[in-house]
């Protein structure tokens, strides 16, 4: 199998000094909302990767991903200069377990998370019927 899927940038936001928005075009496989992805660059001939969970709901286009920078992050460093038309790549398949099929019924679902841990419960939210 493919270790990496060749994606597009197609927009960058910044909201804060260090919060961002990534939005990506990528042929990966299908995720439930709650999974994340791993995000790489090639930093001096190796792949820098990282986890990133999904912002937008499954059938929604583009990928979308919150990130902070760190100031000697490897990648963070490096995702926050991209451009649109910019080369990401992405594992082929999502992964976590954070998903709806997991949480057991109920009548009320609390979630509640810092920083970019938010992109979690946003991606859960925004799954619609559930």
Do not use: C
């Amino acid at each position: 199998m493919q270790k990496w899927v060749e994606g597009t940038v197609v927009n960058q936001k910044r909201w804060t000094e260090t919060l961002f928005t990534l939005q990506v075009e990528a042929d990966v496989a299908a995720f439930e909302a709650g999974q994340f992805a791993k995000l790489a660059l090639a930093v001096e001939g190796e792949m820098v990767a990282r986890p990133y969970s999904f912002v937008n709901a499954p059938k929604e286009r583009p990928h979308e991903f919150y990130y902070v920078t760190l100031p000697n992050g490897p990648l963070t460093q490096r995702l926050s200069k991209l451009r649109a038309g910019d080369a990401i790549y992405l594992a082929p398949r999502p992964a976590g377990f954070l998903v709806l099929s997991e949480i057991p019924d109920g009548e009320n679902l609390w979630l509640i998370s810092t920083g970019t841990r938010g992109a979690d419960a946003l991606g859960l939210v925004r799954e619609p019927g559930k």
